[in-house]
């Protein structure tokens, strides 16, 4: 009866644990958003085309058939993409940080082309150049920089608390740190292996 028990407790426990994976896909696609949506480069809509659709020559029997072919295909796609990991980036930690991100973007944006700042290969600015910033505006770079980065960290932070899983704090930043170098825009600097280069 002992060892019945103990096996018992050992399937169950077994039954239990579930194994919750980083959606790494998914984190990509939430970091290209949110930083198209700082970065002002939201894609644009794509104009409707208001061309008149030409008649069917199908029989009733064949577009019956048809609409119920892609009502079954239409239903696995959606049931399979319910089963794909997706990430939250809706929550009012989120929403301030980005609103913060988006303000400052316009004052730093300067600085990208003109080479002071970059991105380091952890995602977050370094004043690349200081030189190539006159003495008065200095400071002020040093700010934009320093508060760019607590936003950052904060935000990583926030979208892995918003998903329930703060142990992904460190993968989500990675993942940024690819995404911010991926959309950056030609002419900006970012670090790859300990070296500056330019976009």
Not at 33 to 43: L, M, R, S, T, V
Request: glycine share 4%; net charge positive.
């Amino acid at each position: 009866m002992k060892k019945f028990s103990l096996l018992g407790i050992l399937m169950l426990t077994a039954c239990v644990t579930i194994n919750i994976y980083f959606p790494a896909a998914a984190a990509e696609k939430v970091a290209d958003e949110i930083i198209k949506d700082i970065q002002g480069n939201a894609p644009q809509k794509p104009e409707l085309d208001l061309k008149p659709e030409p008649k069917s020559e199908l029989s009733d029997f064949q577009i019956s058939l048809y609409k119920a072919l892609d009502q079954a295909i239409s239903f696995a796609i959606s049931s399979a993409q319910a089963a794909e990991a997706d990430l939250s980036i809706d929550s009012p930690d989120i929403r301030k940080l980005t609103t913060a991100m988006e303000k400052r973007f316009s004052s730093l944006q300067s600085f990208y082309v003109a080479g002071a700042i970059g991105i380091k290969a952890d995602g977050l600015l370094a004043v690349r150049d200081a030189a190539s910033v006159s003495l008065k505006d200095r400071n002020q770079v040093n700010k934009l920089v320093a508060g760019e980065n607590a936003d950052r960290q904060a935000l990583y932070q926030a979208i892995a608390n918003a998903n329930g899983h703060p142990e992904w704090v460190t993968q989500i930043k990675s993942t940024f740190a690819t995404r911010w170098i991926s959309n950056a825009k030609s002419g900006w600097w970012y670090q790859s292996s300990g070296v500056w280069k330019q976009k």
